[in-house]
């Protein structure tokens, strides 16, 4: 365990730690551009550099080990010179682009120059080199090289997190730039983790390019509901729309897959519904909920399915149907087979919380081989559960078979359904999940729902109240 102190600071670290994490345990937070904790370190920026007492050079804090005894300085005259100097080597062929860049208000580099340098530049704007601007190297990204840095964490993650290795340094000295490999696309499931690392506007979004400025969003914790692993993830939103979703600051998930990155798209898609929709056409909920309900109440056989889609309250309240409607023909448990696919993140389980469905079940109740059987045999003639659980229903739908379905976009409807109820998402209502690994989760609400959709809980409540008063 070195002692050493910073900035005449005691402080005792970990053997291996760095001198910037140290700094980092006593508040001092020392700029850099090619360090990123969940990266291995390059040294390559120069801007974290620091003087280390008895040492003939500035060291980088990011690479050098703090070590017993050491006696280092983080803001001495040597160590504030080289980072103006650092400064202004970065902007010689900088662009003056800050005002339409979508990095301004999070730009370390705008920021470091503000703290450290506000120098006029030496260099004759007309000398400035000319880089290749607005590349479309991905499904998600755009890449502008005049404002890179060149700090290579671009190129470290897909070296070492994907393993994909799609980019590149070409080119020596000042004439070097980020590339993207012959014939290649930035489409490796984690390409829009690099608009987050990326310290400059360099790399950036195509979803959340020009949509909204940084120093308007608001962040709220949310879990992703891509998949079983649930990752920590802090929605961004404003005037009620969300714009991107990164990983939580401190989660154990330091990246999010792209496809859980964009799981709030469907909210404002031109098909998500805000009405009831019965046969091929659109309904309001009150009717759509009594024809649901009647449609349920007169058939014996009718049956509830869980889904493991949807949050432990609203498979209870499906749970309290299948108790209004007095059936014996429910079923909440459902088994996937989990654990991280690629090695990173995505889980073979694509459903968010079949850990956490089964458990305001009421007891009993069927399984999914016994439900199915039942449908065939003509023993179930009706049934409602959420639309992707529609799924479990092994093959064709029975004549005169009335599927009930609640979805939020017209999109997820399966074929065949007889009714659908439109229901709010879980970033428009909190929802409890269980992820693979039993770790409980609360998210939402972020944004407001579209008017007049309710809560599911709520629409399978004024299902139940209907069937009840069927039944008087
Ligand atoms: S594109 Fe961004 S992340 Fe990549 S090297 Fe340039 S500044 Fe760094
Ligand atoms: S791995 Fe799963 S939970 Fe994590 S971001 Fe991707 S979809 Fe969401």
Known sequence: MPRLTIDGRPVEVKEGATILEAAGLLGITIPRFCHHPALPPAGSCRMCVVEIEGSPKLATSCSTPAAEGMKVSTSSPAVKAARRDVLEFLLLNHPLDCPICDQAGECSLQDYYMEHSCAKSRFPAELKEPRQKRRLIGPHLVL????????????????????????????????????????KALDNGY??????????????????????????????????????????????????????????????????????????????????????????????????????????????????????????????????????????????????????????LVNKDPAPNTAGAAEAAPTGGLDLGELNRRIAAGEIKALITEARAAAFIKGRLPDGFKLIVFATNRSEIPAGAYATLPYASYFETPGTFVNYQGRRGVTGPVVPPPEGVPPLAETAAALAAALKGDGA
């Open 144 to 183: 502008d090289n005049e404002r890179c840095v060149l700090c290579t964490r671009c190129v470290r993650f897909c070296d070492e997190v994907t393993r994909t290795s799609e980019l590149f340094v070409s080119g020596r000295s000042d004439a070097s730039f980020i590339d993207i490999r012959e014939g």
């Open 191 to 344: 390409s829009l983790n690099l608009a987050d690392i990326c310290p400059v506007g360099a790399l950036t979004s195509r979803e959340f390019r020009f949509r909204q400025r940084a120093w308007f969003l608001e962040k709220t914790p949310v879990t992703c509901l891509g998949c079983a692993t649930g990752c920590r993830a802090e929605a961004h939103h404003a005037g009620g729309e969300i714009y991107r979703m990164v990983p939580a600051p401190g989660a154990e998930n330091a990246w999010l897959c792209d496809r859980g990155r964009l799981t709030y798209r469907p909210l404002r898609a031109g098909d998500r519904l805000k009405k009831g929709f019965i046969k091929n056409g659109y309904i309001d909920l009150e009717p759509a909920v009594r024809e649901a309900a009647a449609r349920l109440a007169g058939e014996p056989g009718a049956a509830v399915l869980g889904s493991p889609w949807l949050s432990v309250e609203d498979n209870a309240a499906l749970a309290a149907l299948a108790r209004a409607l007095g059936t014996g023909n429910y079923c909440f448990s459902f088994t996937a087979e989990s654990g991280i696919k690629d090695g990173i």
